[in-house]
């Protein structure tokens, strides 16, 4: 039976979303966009080359796919409360410490903390915490916290730009852990105290739920996890390399910065449209339509040479970003149900956070066998269309016999 509280023990549902938004816009706008902006200065400063940078970053980003299985399990037993509320904490201690580096180990000590938090903040724990306890309303909380969160960038560059002249580098980062320590974490502990699961309708199908072990066995999962794994791979090296794929093109820094600025708008406008007017198809028409946005995309940047079709790659490039989280998402409690999301999606995450971190190494290693970055985009184009075959394969698991 789902737990119950006292009436008025605990927030209303808009006030759950509304926190947990404002958590994934601060969380998002610091753990993932914020690490560009202190590159160059810890470069003037302590003279650390960039792959040193680049792979405490990457590090980073392979323990939240390593952590991720470990969070949905604990948010499956009914800590979800804690998941968030320790991850913004933990964020917050992990950017403090952050400003004290004086040594490459240490930085990269730094950022396996920073992964774990990732993997206990950034989405997928609050799309889990949203679907465990409002199981009738949880596609409309995803859309909600994916619109708001999709403005992280567009908060984190000038956020960073207007603390650094002030406090320095690691003052701005002090800064930033501070507000996360003292702000996102007690909002996140506030907002998810009360009952884990609302009370709601029973599912004619629950007991259809998978469990994981069901999941792994089921053609659906690992279809979905080679189509979200292909795409979160051909994504990060995309934006590992962009900037040299728009110099091999011969255009300048500022032609550059003219196209990659829209993708952040076209992303957030792709959720809006959604919001507004998508919610009525099924997320598996949209999912299809959605990724081929990736091998259309790729592929015009690929063979683009005037702006105006670098600024069509953008808008698809952006939409089909913004709208793919939203899928994901949704679909997983969807094919499998929701008993054990937490465990099944957090697989699913792991295989393509860990896809995440490698493209930009790996991607590396293809242009030496490869002509050139026309080359790679067309590979990567080429990847996205086997993500959105393979996404369009998999259908739900059926029931098994006397279920």
């Known amino acids: 039976m789902p737990a119950m ?3 008025g023990a605990e927030p209303s549902y808009r006030v759950v979303v509304a926190a947990l938004a404002a958590g994934q816009l601060l969380c998002w706008a610091a753990l993932y966009y914020g690490f560009s902006s202190f590159v160059i200065p810890m470069q003037d400063d302590l003279h650390w080359s960039n792959p040193i940078l680049m ?6 980003l392979a323990t939240w796919g390593a952590a991720s299985y470990a969070v949905g399990a604990a948010i499956d037993r009914g800590y979800g409360r804690a998941v968030l509320t320790g991850g913004a904490a933990l964020a917050g201690l992990g950017f403090i410490a952050w400003s004290w580096v004086i040594a490459p180990w240490m930085l990269f000590v730094v950022w ?5 938090s990732m993997a206990m903040t950034l989405y997928d724990p609050a799309f889990t915490v949203l679907t465990k306890r409002y199981p009738e309303r949880y596609r409309e909380g995803i859309t909600t916290l994916t619109l708001v969160g999709g ?3 567009t908060l984190s560059f000038p956020a960073v730009a207007w603390l650094m002249p002030a406090l320095g580098w690691r003052g701005a980062l002090t800064a930033i852990g501070v507000t996360l320590l003292v702000g996102v974490a007690p909002l996140h502990a506030w907002a998810l105290r009360g009952a884990l699961v609302q009370s709601a309708a029973p599912r004619r199908d629950a007991r259809a739920d998978s469990t ?4 792994l ?8 996890a080679l189509a979200f794994t292909l ?3 051909a994504s990060a090296a995309l934006w590992a390399h962009v900037m040299p794929a728009f110099a091999s093109k011969g255009l300048g820094a500022a032609d550059a910065l003219a196209v990659v600025v829209w993708i952040g708008p076209a992303q957030v406008a792709g959720r809006w449209v959604y919001a507004w007017i998508g919610r009525a198809w099924s997320l598996r028409t949209l999912g299809s339509i959605v990724l081929l946005g990736l091998p259309l995309s790729l592929g015009l940047f690929a063979v683009a040479r005037s702006l105006w079709l670098l600024w069509i790659f953008a808008a698809l490039f952006g939409i089909a970003n913004g709208l793919i989280t939203i899928v994901r998402g949704g679909l997983v409690p969807e094919y499998f149900g929701r008993t054990h999301i937490g465990r099944i999606g957090g697989a699913l995450s792991a295989i393509g956070l ?19 970055y026309r080359e790679l985009l067309l590979l990567l184009a080429a990847l996205g269309l086997v993500a959105a075959i393979s996404f369009w394969l998999a259908r739900a698991p059926s029931p098994g016999p006397g279920e």
């Open 217 to 224: 066995r089921s053609s659906a999962f690992w279809l979905l």
């Open 151 to 153: 403005f992280a960038s």
């Open 5 to 7: 509280s006292h009436p």
């Open 212 to 215: 994981l072990d069901e999941a």
């Open 231 to 233: 795409y979160a791979f």
């Open 112 to 116: 396996a903390a920073l992964g774990v």
């Open 55 to 60: 792979g405490a970053f990457s590090a980073g």
């Open 354 to 372: 860990l896809a995440r971190a490698a493209a930009p190494l790996i991607s590396a290693w293809l242009l030496l066998a490869l002509q050139g």
